[in-house]
């Protein structure tokens, strides 16, 4: 099945990322230890503070509180979300500052369990024993808060049934006096008589009305759980501080590691060439970097080992170290090198200048069937018909081998690939082609001798023109006596 391509494109960019931050992991990690040691620190500088708590049972007052409806969620008649208010209210702090002597004091936090008639009173203090005892009195603060709102409540509604109930007793003893003066049978005694009646049954409802409130039991709550003395401080929490610190850490570290990798233009990695200058790496040799043994080829100039050697500061001592080279690293290296190059002559170009010279190690020969121009001549650029770059990695920037490319732009010079090197430097050997077999006659009847030498330099050497050397003409020896 075919993925849409915003898939692939957000697949890619989440790669990027991934390879920023692997580029720029120094800088991620430092930002990261320095976040969470400062999350450490500020937790080790905040002082301890300690949190005591005092759970209350709320109940019932009486029939004229308002209450919830009772449903499956809502299991209480009570509204303790309004409770909750008015045991962190300003009245309730009050009472509980004067009943510990302050003229102010902390202000608590009041939560509420799920499914509960329960009050979690917690109060934050300096001190274990001090959180106790202002959580103890916010507890009792608010229990007679509510006990004395209770009371008062009840007191004005038996004010006010009282004050009704003697209204109708005024009334009815109007009636009754009333009464007496009006003639059985007339309308008006009628009247008189169902008023009386009505004002019985509304006093007798008054009173009835008036003893329950008299006999309501005031039962604001009560505490089941008293404050104690926390052992462990709250705060601050380990978790907390750590968690902070390393977030902000990792944030700060990312934006570090974006600002940084956009202004860095060194070429540390291989994959850096191909990044910020777009060329093409053909090899990259600064893995070679490991102690081990150069692996011998075929197509080798000088097999053999690598050594690097460098003397120590005691006179006398040597030291010296091989290098590993993969098997295949070279012969891939020179495959490229002549695939990728459209003729046979081939311009080395080395960033920076000196590469070769102040390499620690002896040269690393690769053979290639090419003609290698190294810059000296002054035909090279003109003659070239393609060039390699040999970047030292953390020793050039990528504008550096822009403006090399640029240079070898000009010119009509193409630029075949890069190779990434640190210690170890190739240089590029021509590979000799095997000469075609001469028979001996025409040897013999040109008189013409081709030696290595003159193969290489395209001079023949005739057998007329070659001084032969002078040999002593052997001499006879005289009979004598011995």
């Known amino acids: 099945m075919t993925q849409p391509p915003d898939v692939h494109a957000r697949r890619g960019e989440l790669a990027d990322h991934l390879a920023l931050l692997r580029r720029q992991w120094l800088v991620l990690v430092g930002c990261v230890v320095v976040g969470g040691t400062a999350g450490l620190g500020l937790m080790r500088l905040t002082p301890s503070a300690y949190t005591a708590v005092t759970q209350v049972q709320v109940m019932p007052i009486g029939a004229q509180e308002p209450g919830n409806q009772v449903t499956a969620r809502q299991r209480e008649s009570l509204n303790l979300d309004t409770e909750a208010q008015v045991a962190a209210s300003a009245v309730v ?15 608590a936090e009041v939560t509420v369990p799920p499914n509960s008639s329960v009050l979690a009173i917690a109060v934050t203090a300096a001190d274990p024993q001090t959180a106790a005892v202002r959580s103890t009195a916010y ?18 509604q038996q004010q006010a049934v009282l004050g009704k109930l003697r209204q109708v007793n005024a009334g009815l003893d109007a009636t009754i006096r009333r009464l007496a003066l009006l003639v059985r049978g007339t309308p008006d005694h009628t009247i008189a008589l169902q008023r009386q009646s009505v004002l019985n049954r509304q006093a007798a409802s008054l009173a009835l009305k008036y003893d329950a409130l008299r006999t309501v039991a005031v039962t604001p709550g009560a505490v089941i759980s008293p404050a104690v003395p926390p052992s ?11 968690g902070t610190g390393l977030m902000a850490g990792l944030l700060t570290g990312a934006a570090a590691a974006l600002i940084r990798d956009r202004l860095d ?6 994959a850096d060439v191909e990044r910020l200058t ?19 080829r075929s197509y080798a100039a000088e097999p053999g080992l690598l050594h690097e050697r460098s003397y120590a500061a005691e006179p006398g001592l040597l030291h010296e170290r091989s290098y590993a080279v993969e098997p295949g690293v070279l012969h891939e290296l020179a495959c490229a090198v002549v695939a990728a190059c459209p003729g046979k002559r081939l311009l080395v170009c080395a960033l920076p200048a000196d590469l070769r010279s102040s390499s620690p190690v002896e040269p690393l020969a690769v053979s290639a069937p090419l003609t290698v121009l190294d810059g000296t001549d ?56 095997p000469r075609p077999h001469t028979p001996l006659g025409k040897l013999v009847a040109t008189g013409e001798f081709p030696t290595a030498t003159s193969a290489e330099l395209g001079i023949s050497t005739s057998a007329e023109t070659t001084p032969l050397p002078h040999i002593p003409p052997l001499r006879r020896s005289r009979p004598g006596p011995p």
Do not use: M, N
């Open 93 to 107: 702090t009050g009472r509980a500052a004067k009943a510990l002597g302050l003229t102010t004091a902390e202000p």
């Open 232 to 242: 462990e401080p709250s705060s601050p929490s380990l978790p907390l501080y750590l």
């Open 139 to 156: 507890a009792d603060a608010y229990l007679a808060h509510r006990r004395d709102s209770a009371l008062t409540a009840l007191a004005e």
């Open 265 to 270: 233009i060194r070429l540390r990695q291989a």
């Open 378 to 433: 002054v035909r090279d650029l003109a003659r070239a018909d393609a060039a390699l770059l040999l970047v030292g990695l953390g020793r050039v920037t990528a504008p550096e081998v822009t403006a090399a490319a640029r240079r070898l732009g000009r010119h009509d010079v193409p630029i075949i690939g890069v190779v990434a090197v640190t210690d170890v430097v190739p240089t590029f050997v021509p590979l000799l082609e």
């Open 278 to 296: 777009g060329l093409p790496v053909l090899a990259d040799l600064s893995c070679v970097t490991e102690p081990g043994l150069l692996h011998e």
